[in-house]
T-cell receptor, first 111, second 113 residues
């Protein structure tokens, strides 16, 4: 069964450093998403991506965040200068027709 | 008002019990409805989509009432492996027409032997 994969599973970084989280969506899907979940809180939408451009972004997705699909398979989330409050689980998702399927997540810890 | 509201629980039930979860959503323009399951520190996994006509998948039955903006999930004959957090999720078209998901806080179920 096809699945969304994400790397790394856990990333520890110092405040102010740049991080890149990577995702490989399901191969025939066209819509891609990033969500995050702070420990103990609900899952929150960050950004959606379609046809090689951002379709929608939330208030959380400020100028420190960017997304890219550098080739036909990878989908990345970059945080330029991490803050303590960026510590969370980051989930990538992809969608074919209706249903979104989530990757296993990257746990980001900012020290 | 929260966009998607659920009773956080926890619901503690014995094996074999029937348990029901409810959820309300605030945006009447919502387009799609789902229940996801999330195990501790794992990704949300799609349990089932929810349709106005109601739908069933084995021991799980989901219902949607668009007029009341209400979604439910019924689990029959609970198993120990059903212990998890159940997420009520609503899909909206959003400004980009790409269907972002809005999640509830989740309802925790603990099935005990």
């Amino acid at each position: 069964e096809p699945e969304v994969t994400q790397t790394p599973s856990h990333q520890v970084t110092q405040m102010g450093q740049e991080v890149i989280l990577r995702c490989v969506p399901i191969s025939n899907h066209l819509y891609f998403y990033w969500y995050r979940q702070i420990l103990g809180q609900k899952v929150e939408f960050l950004v959606s991506f379609y046809n090689n451009e951002i379709s929608e972004k939330s208030e959380i997705f400020d100028d420190q965040f960017s997304v890219e699909r550098p080739d036909g398979s990878n989908f990345t989330l970059k945080i330029r200068s991490t803050k303590l409050e960026d510590s969370a689980m980051y989930f990538c998702a992809s969608k074919g027709a209706v249903e979104q399927y989530f990757g296993p997540g990257t746990r980001l810890t900012v020290l | 008002r929260k966009e998607v509201e659920q009773d956080p629980g926890p619901f503690n039930v014995p094996e074999g019990a029937t348990v029901a979860f409810n959820c309300t959503y605030s945006n009447s323009a919502s387009q799609s409805f789902f229940w996801y399951r999330q195990d501790c520190r794992k990704e949300p996994k799609l349990l089932m989509s929810v349709y106005s006509s109601g739908n069933e998948d084995g021991r799980f039955t989901a219902q949607l009432n668009r007029a009341s903006q209400y979604i439910s999930l019924l689990i029959r004959d609970s198993k120990l492996s059903d212990s998890a957090t159940y997420l009520c999720v609503v899909g909206t078209l959003g400004s980009g027409n790409t269907g972002k998901l809005i999640f509830g806080q989740g309802t925790t179920l603990q099935v005990k032997p």
